[in-house]
T-cell receptor
Framework: DAKTTQPPSMDCAEGRAANLPCNHSTISGNEYVYWYRQIHSQGPQYIIHGLKNNETNEMASLIITEDRKSSTLILPHATLRDTAVYYCIVKGGNAGNMLTFGGGTRLMVKP | GAVVSQHPSWVICKSGTSVKIECRSLDFQATTMFWYRQFPKQSLMLMATSNEGSKATYEQGVEKDKFLINHASLTLSTLTVTSAHPEDSSFYIC?????????????FGPGTRLTVL
């Protein structure tokens, strides 16, 4: 699976949009981009995933560049409860491929 | 969204004893479940992949005789830490793969914190 690069930490003001970048320049054609987050001492929570089109759900939006070499997770109105470590993971579409967690981005939402 | 539960949420045991952790998918069937371990201030590390009705596949460096995995049904996988020692103290997290609905998304349990004295 392709490797991802994320900034180790970011701050965001409460109520503002949080834009979390992820580089995955070696992504291959059948690999999806997944985003999870982990709030302290809890299991990771699925947020969103996509292949090449932009995706939106009740939690966030995922913007994938046309060349698919990078993506951005957008939390439109960050709250204090969004403080967590956010993981961007690239995973193949074939059965049996596991998720490989990197360091992630520690997002701190401040009042 | 799909729900995965783990039991117990935390456990303290004496060195040399065995501990069993259960992972259940509550509202979907999971032919594949995964077991992860997370040490303080570190990311999740995959320990093994558990397939219903067959033997688990362990990652390099994970002792299969120490970490026994059983996946006897489509909604339950168990991890048994045998002869636990203080260095096995960690946060153990399972995930279940929702393949049936075609989303191929993994959903994680809340984790089990193991402390070995």
């Amino acid at each position: 699976d392709a490797k991802t690069t994320q900034p180790p930490s970011m701050d965001c003001a409460e109520g503002r949009a949080a834009n979390l970048p992820c580089n995955h320049s070696t992504i291959s054609g059948n690999e999806y981009v997944y985003w999870y987050r982990q709030i302290h001492s809890q299991g990771p929570q699925y947020i969103i995933h996509g292949l090449k089109n932009n995706e939106t759900n009740e939690m966030a939006s995922l913007i994938i560049t046309e060349d698919r070499k990078s993506s951005t997770l957008i939390l439109p109105h960050a709250t204090l409860r969004d403080t967590a470590v956010y993981y961007c993971i690239v995973k193949g579409g074939n059965a049996g491929n596991m998720l490989t967690f990197g360091g992630g981005t520690r997002l701190m939402v401040k009042p | 969204g799909a729900v995965v539960s783990q039991h117990p949420s935390w456990v303290i045991c004496k060195s040399g004893t065995s501990v069993k952790i259960e992972c259940r998918s509550l509202d979907f069937q999971a032919t594949t479940m995964f077991w992860y371990r997370q040490f303080p201030k570190q990311s999740l590390m995959l320990m093994a992949t558990s397939n219903e009705g067959s033997k688990a596949t362990y990652e390099q460096g994970v002792e299969k005789d120490k970490f026994l995995i059983n996946h006897a049904s489509l909604t339950l996988s168990t991890l048994t830490v045998t002869s636990a020692h203080p260095e096995d103290s960690s946060f153990y997290i399972c995930s279940a793969r929702d393949w049936v609905t075609g989303t191929d998304t993994q959903y994680f349990g809340p984790g089990t914190r193991l402390t070995v004295l």
